[in-house]
Structures are given as structure tokens and as C-alpha cells.
């Protein structure tokens, strides 16, 4: 039987941040950074990956990793594709799943996380494949699919995104839906952290409520 330590986070932290100007996964959200976050995310899942690149040892001697299997793209300018295949390189093969979670969607919380494993989970279709998040009839992230797509990821070259192969075949597609934007909200720029740093302490305040 399936569980939910089978499905393998691959957290991608690797780029530039050239727009941003300082590194994503640093970024403070009332005390605690970008990467503390995702970490947390995943937290009860199996032992995750991590792809760093650029700033990677500002970002390890800043942040306390705990248990994960660190990969790394050497290359930072060839982009996402590049870090998941890097992250996909050490996936076990004991793994049911995997699920790519670029860490600059700092709104996913564990519960989102906790929705979208327990749709694949439940899932009785062998047909269906990826699970993607959706507000609003928009994809979000993270995306979670099932192990055996890893080969397909890995066998685009790094200039190709990886909605290529998630649009290849979209019966292979199942869609979980979201009452709340926060699978949509990245940053790239400082207007954009401002603008996901006000969402999260809004989200922070009805928590405490």
C-alpha cells in the first residue's frame, strides 16, 4: 500500500534570483525564510531532494537542512529543467512519486501539500499520472506525479520546459482543485515578495484567530 513517505519531495532552489536580487530561498517571512518553508510543506513525505545551485553555501550555512539528500545543478543559467533532472538523478527506486516544489511559492503550507498526496493517494485511475493544483482554472504548484514519469523529465534537454511533458498526454492529467490562490502566488521580483509576505501574514492573522 501506497503512503505518503513513498511520494519524494524534489525542492528546486538552484536559480539566480537575477530578478529579485538576492537569493529566493532567503527571503524572511516573519522569521522564518523561503526554504524553512517549503521544508516544512513537505514535511511528512519521504526524505526530500534538494536542488541547490547559485548561493548554495550561503543558503547551507543559513539554514538548518535537517534530513535531505542534497543534489546540485552546476549550471544555474540553464534553468528549471535542469535543476528537476538534477533532483530526479537521485530519486530512489523505491519511490511511488515524486513531487517538484519550487521553493518560491512560499504560500504552499503543509495542508496544501497534504491535499494534492491525499488526491493521489485516493486515486484509483492507473491512468492518471501527474496531479496538478488548480485555482481558477489555472495550474499551480507543486506538481505531483507518479514515479515512472521521471524518465520522461529526464530525457528533455534543459532548454525545454517541463510543462512539456506534462502537456504531452493531458488524460494523464488529474486536477485538484484549491479554494485559496496560494498555489499561484511565486515571487520573482520585490513587488512580488511584498505582495506574497502580505498574503502570508494575512493568512497568519486568521490562523491565530
Given at each position: 500500500m501506497v503512503e505518503p513517505r513513498d511520494v519524494t519531495p524534489v525542492l528546486l532552489a538552484a536559480g539566480a534570483s537575477t530578478r529579485m536580487g538576492r537569493p529566493k530561498a532567503l527571503l524572511d517571512f516573519d522569521g522564518?525564510?523561503?526554504?524553512?518553508?517549503a521544508l516544512d510543506a513537505v514535511?511528512?513525505?519521504?526524505?526530500p531532494i534538494l536542488v541547490l545551485g547559485?548561493?548554495?553555501e550561503e543558503i547551507q550555512a543559513r539554514v538548518k537542512l535537517g534530513s535531505v539528500q542534497l543534489a546540485l545543478n552546476e549550471d544555474v543559467e540553464s534553468g528549471?529543467?535542469?535543476?528537476?533532472?538534477?533532483?530526479?538523478?537521485?530519486l530512489a527506486p523505491s519511490a511511488a512519486a515524486f513531487l517538484f516544489h519550487p521553493v518560491d511559492f512560499p504560500l504552499v503550507s503543509n495542508d496544501e501539500v497534504a491535499r494534492l498526496t491525499g488526491a493521489f493517494l485516493a486515486n484509483r485511475d492507473p491512468q492518471k499520472?501527474?496531479?496538478i493544483p488548480s485555482y481558477g482554472m489555472q495550474r499551480g504548484h507543486p506538481v505531483l506525479c507518479r514515479a515512472e514519469l521521471a524518465a520522461e523529465f529526464l530525457a528533455l534537454p534543459d532548454s525545454a520546459p517541463a510543462r512539456t511533458v506534462?502537456?504531452?498526454r493531458p488524460q494523464r492529467i488529474a486536477y485538484v482543485t484549491y479554494d485559496e490562490a496560494y498555489i499561484l502566488m511565486d515571487m520573482d521580483t520585490p513587488d512580488d515578495y511584498g505582495k506574497c509576505l502580505e498574503s502570508y501574514r494575512?493568512?497568519?492573522?486568521?490562523?491565530?484567530?
Amino acid at each position: 500500500m501506497v503512503e505518503p513517505r513513498d511520494v519524494t519531495p524534489v525542492l528546486l532552489a538552484a536559480g539566480a534570483s537575477t530578478r529579485m536580487g538576492r537569493p529566493k530561498a532567503l527571503l524572511d517571512f516573519d522569521g522564518r525564510v523561503c526554504l524553512e518553508l517549503a521544508l516544512d510543506a513537505v514535511r511528512g513525505l519521504g526524505t526530500p531532494i534538494l536542488v541547490l545551485g547559485a548561493a548554495r553555501e550561503e543558503i547551507q550555512a543559513r539554514v538548518k537542512l535537517g534530513s535531505v539528500q542534497l543534489a546540485l545543478n552546476e549550471d544555474v543559467e540553464s534553468g528549471q529543467t535542469a535543476s528537476l533532472k538534477a533532483g530526479l538523478a537521485c530519486l530512489a527506486p523505491s519511490a511511488a512519486a515524486f513531487l517538484f516544489h519550487p521553493v518560491d511559492f512560499p504560500l504552499v503550507s503543509n495542508d496544501e501539500v497534504a491535499r494534492l498526496t491525499g488526491a493521489f493517494l485516493a486515486n484509483r485511475d492507473p491512468q492518471k499520472a501527474l496531479f496538478i493544483p488548480s485555482y481558477g482554472m489555472q495550474r499551480g504548484h507543486p506538481v505531483l506525479c507518479r514515479a515512472e514519469l521521471a524518465a520522461e523529465f529526464l530525457a528533455l534537454p534543459d532548454s525545454a520546459p517541463a510543462r512539456t511533458v506534462i502537456n504531452q498526454r493531458p488524460q494523464r492529467i488529474a486536477y485538484v482543485t484549491y479554494d485559496e490562490a496560494y498555489i499561484l502566488m511565486d515571487m520573482d521580483t520585490p513587488d512580488d515578495y511584498g505582495k506574497c509576505l502580505e498574503s502570508y501574514r494575512a493568512r497568519e492573522r486568521r490562523r491565530s484567530r
